[in-house]
Structure formats: C-alpha cells, structure tokens
C-alpha cells in the first residue's frame, strides 16, 4: 500500500500548537523583522539555540539595528562575537550591515540576499521564507534530517545534499505550504528540532507519521547516513601571557584576513605541524622577560585541523618598553578574546 503523502496542513496546524518561542521568532499576527531573522540565522551556523539565545539578547541590546551595526567600529563587533565560534561569520555579518544600509534595506528576494557578502544559499533562503514569504524551503541540518526519514533515503551525506534539497524543495508544490512559506519553514526546523531528532526520534507524535518510508521500515533512528569524516590534520603553537604590574594581560589584534581575522589573541607563533622547541618559540615573545613554561597543554578543534598550544607566562620587567598590543585586565580579556585564546586563559589559571 503506498504511502499518504505528507500534508503541508498537517504540519502546520502541529506547528501552531506546538511551535517553539524563540527570542527571533516574532510571535503569530506581528510583523517579522529582516534584521533579527538574518542576524539569528548567521548566528545558528554551527551553534546551537540554547548558546546562541543569550547572546543574541546581548548583542541586540548593543547593535539594535541593522544601521547600528553597519556603523559600529569592527573592534566592537569582533568583542560582541567573541566565543561564539566560526569568526569569518562576525566580518561577514559586519560587512554584510554595511551593504544593506548603503541598499536601503534587506533585499526581498533570493537573488538580492544571496548577493550580500557572507550570505549563501541556506541563509538566502530562511531569511527570504521567514522574513518575506518567499516560497522556498531552506535546508539546514533538521530539514535534511526529517526530509531523508521520510523518503528513506539511504545515501549518505554529505553526497544526498542535493537529492535532499530536491526533495524538500517538491513541499511548495502544496498550496497550504505556498500560503505560509516562513511557517512552514520553522515548521520543519521545528519538528526536525523536537520530535524528529538525530536520536530516538518522537514518530509516535509526528503529524507526518503516516507518510514516513523510514517509520515503515523501521530504520528512522539509523537515517540520515553520513560518509566517515577524515581525520584532522594537528597543528602546533606557542603562546606568551604576559602580565603587567597591575596584573593586566597583554593581547595583540590578529591581521584582518585569515583564520580569526580582526580578533584579539594571546601573542603566538603561527600554528604549524611540527612542535616548537623553547628557542625558537622564544624568538615569538612580544617582549624580553623571564618566561617560563607551564606545564599542560591548550587544546582546540577547529573545522579543518585540531591545535594544540604551549603557553608561556612572564611578567614585564620595570625597565621594559612598551610591547605592541594593548591591557586588559583578566575578566575583560576572557571576554574579549575567541574561545581557542580562552583555553590558554584557562591553562593559566591552572598553574
């Protein structure tokens, strides 16, 4: 017996008594701001919503709109982003501001925001649903979940992208789902988010439960495959916290370009694959000290590689010139720097 074919109405009507309150999501019958939609959607790149709520509070309260932010000096926007990962997103999302401002607003239309700088074809599409009822379906990581269980499809990814994103994308062809593009899309983030999830999926809750192939087979709880991930390569580094008479620490800004670019880091060599030996990490120091190296390593995983860091710890000598780089004490400097220069922060204060 063929299976019913998943309803858009269906869905939806799940979605409007169980749809989740995020701080983004403008609640029913008001109208949707552009801005927080986008910003909340760069934001979710690779980070969860339970991180991702406070500080997207928090930077709302210091860049309420999309004009302040586009003015706001990039230091204060990188200071704002710190810790939240995947840096290349904050010089976008800055850079990105500045673009709408100058076109009087966020275009509505796929091709106008897949045009401005760091938004791709996923963001282009949320943005677009939710923020102008543009009829598309985003795929993100719950889309393709929920839509390779219903269509059994036992590709692995990252090869079944595009034969998911098809697939998905077949949903507009129901008027219900056409008549609703932004709740429909949050409809699917939502039962991907809470009942068709990686493990242990709800299917006995599912609106769509009678029109799963992999219900069926019983096999929703193994899909959607995934191709093994090749090993990252490990690189090294050496890192210098130095301390002035007020206990302040020394952190220096990273060139604009490259890996955490514009950042505030712990002075350092490059990172590299072979391990620095003492002398030549020494030649790195950002100044003449009596350094001495902690015991314990840094550890940091990054998208392509895995970095582990020594780090040294000295105090600047009286008669010392000023090294390049600017104070801070230690509460502002954990809260200024990325996550991978907290972990020296960390190794630090373990010694």
Known sequence: MPLPRPSAADLLAWYDRHRRILPWRAPPGEPRNPYRIWLSEVMLQQ???AAVGPRYARFLARFPSVQALAAADWAAVAEEWAGLGYYARARNLHACA????????FPCNIEGLAALPGIGAYTAAAVGAIAFDVPVVPVDGNVERVVARLHAVEQPL????RHLTTLAGAFMADPAAR????????????LGATLCTPRNPACALCPWQGGCAARRAGIAGTLPRKSPKPARPLRHGAHFLLRDASGRVLLR????????????????????????????ALAHAPAPAGWRLLPGLARHGFTHFELEMVLFTAALPPSAGPPEGEWQDALAARAAVPSVMRRLLDLAGAA
């Open 47 to 49: 980070t969860t919503v």
């Open 98 to 105: 500045q673009a709408v401002v100058a076109a009087g607003g």
């Open 158 to 161: 990252p090869g079944a992208k």
């Open 179 to 190: 008549a609703r593009p932004g709740d429909f899309a949050q409809a699917l983030f939502d």
């Open 253 to 280: 800004r990273r060139p604009a370009r490259g890996l955490l670019g514009g950042m505030l880091e712990v002075p350092g060599t490059p990172w590299r694959e072979a391990r620095w030996d003492t002398a030549e």
